[in-house]
């Protein structure tokens, strides 16, 4: 007899739900289990609750949150405490659902399966996965020996679809295979990671950027900052320069990338030109443009077709950068150059958007519309930017957040050097 499903089921198939697109079910992580589970058979929700407490009768909680922080691509940070009480939700939720039900139903035969005699099978397997995280294999092993082997095997498998760089060698696929067999799985579990199996394991991924410090489009905003705000062009004018110190919007741009001695600097600058280009309106450039450099709307001048508008100051751009790069043999940005978090990725947006609601409502949506429509990346170092142009304080914690996401974005240090000064006490450091 086979389970009541070929799928995946139980606690893994609750930490699915929070992929990249899970605000599209709900705006909290409850709402998002509360819409799935209202679309489902009871079967389902009672897989979910006999899951959710064999995690939460068998296992310490530092083992439960470590599980739902690799199981779930996101769910907010929590204490050993709180994923304890999130699993505790999770029951409740079942119950709730379940509590409508006027003819219950009971898991039965296979679905009642604990795998117990494949604990040192699924154990083994565990242990032989250096790329998860210590912690992780840990609690994957106190899962198999102190709640069940099956649940435990079921949320490696999740685990390794949640994890960057996983791979499965085709000897050892093929003993999972075998232990899903065991447990009576059906046929579409094991094979959900059948796509990470490879001879060879996948290079190890980029460390890093080709700079530390500032680079594209908020490099250049910073350019352009207004005298006292950490520019070089800070003084533009209209016209070309001379004995007031002033340069021309083209001219300025047109002395930074010359200045540049790595040509990847300028292929940073054109690629976020253009993905403003191409993803956003015009008045969400304008006021990103404004809100990084500090200078008013007047700067784009409908007298100048260089800069008429924010689509037009953006052709320049590009076009600046493309003169740079004429004749030259320059390889296009990869690796860690290419870093990012996608569009419409729902969590990174929704991080971006709590912190740049400090400033104000416009700049605020724009900095969000660019999280969402073409990626919290750039996003983040225009905030970052626009932060350090207003000089808007920040607390331990805030900056204890930024610095992270920065982090995973391969940001290196002496980008946040401006923004850690933001902290009271830093100012001097």
Not at 243 to 252: E, F, L, R, W, Y
């Amino acid at each position: 007899m086979q389970r009541f499903t070929d799928f995946e089921f139980g606690v893994p198939w609750v930490m699915g739900f929070f992929h990249a697109d899970g605000s599209h079910s709900g705006d909290t992580p409850v709402e998002v289990v509360a819409s799935h589970f209202a679309e489902e058979a009871d079967q389902e929700i009672l897989a979910v609750r006999r899951d959710a407490l064999t995690l939460l009768d068998g296992l310490a909680p530092e083992a439960v949150g470590a599980l739902w922080s690799a199981g779930a691509e996101y769910l907010p940070g929590a204490a050993p405490a709180e994923w304890t009480a999130w699993t505790r939700t999770v029951v409740a939720l079942c119950d709730a659902r379940l509590s409508a039900v006027t003819d219950p139903v009971a898991l039965s035969g296979a679905d009642l399966e604990d795998g117990r005699d494949q604990e040192e099978a699924v154990v083994a397997e565990i242990a032989g996965l250096s790329f998860l995280a210590a912690d992780v294999r840990d609690a994957l092993t106190e899962c198999a020996r102190r709640g069940t082997p099956d649940l435990a095997f079921r949320i490696l498998l999740r685990v390794l679809r949640s994890t960057p760089g996983a791979w499965l060698a085709p000897d050892r696929y093929a003993r999972m295979e075998a232990i899903g067999a065991a447990l009576r799985l059906g046929e579409f579990v094991v094979d959900s990671v059948q796509y990470l199996v490879d001879d060879e394991p996948p290079p190890d991924p980029p460390t890093e950027r080709f700079t530390d410090g500032d680079f594209g489009m908020s490099r250049l905003m910073r350019a352009f900052a207004p005298e006292g705000g950490g520019g070089t062009y800070g003084t533009y004018g209209t016209g070309g320069g001379g004995a007031g110190g002033t340069k021309a919007p083209v001219a300025a741009v047109r002395g930074l990338l010359a200045e540049a001695s790595d040509p990847r600097e300028v292929l940073a600058v054109r690629r976020d030109a253009q993905a403003l280009l191409d993803h956003l309106p015009g008045r969400t450039g304008e006021v990103l443009w404004c809100a990084g450099t500090g200078l008013g709307p007047g700067f784009f001048a409908a007298d100048d077709p260089g800069r008429a508008s924010g689509k037009a100051w953006l052709r320049t751009v590009v076009a600046e950068c493309d003169a740079r790069l004429s004749g030259l043999d320059v390889p296009p940005l990869d690796g860690g150059d290419l870093v990012g978090g996608g569009a419409r990725n729902g969590p990174a947006t929704r991080e971006l958007s709590e912190f740049a609601a400090v400033l104000d409502p416009e700049t605020a949506q724009a900095l969000t519309d660019c999280a969402w429509l073409y990626d919290p990346e750039l996003a983040l170092r225009l905030l970052l930017r626009t932060l350090v142009r207003t000089r808007t304080p920040l607390t331990a914690g805030q900056y204890a957040r930024l610095a992270g996401r920065a982090a995973a974005y391969l940001h290196g240090p002496r980008l946040l050097e401006d923004v850690r000064r933001l902290v009271p006490g830093n100012a001097e450091g």
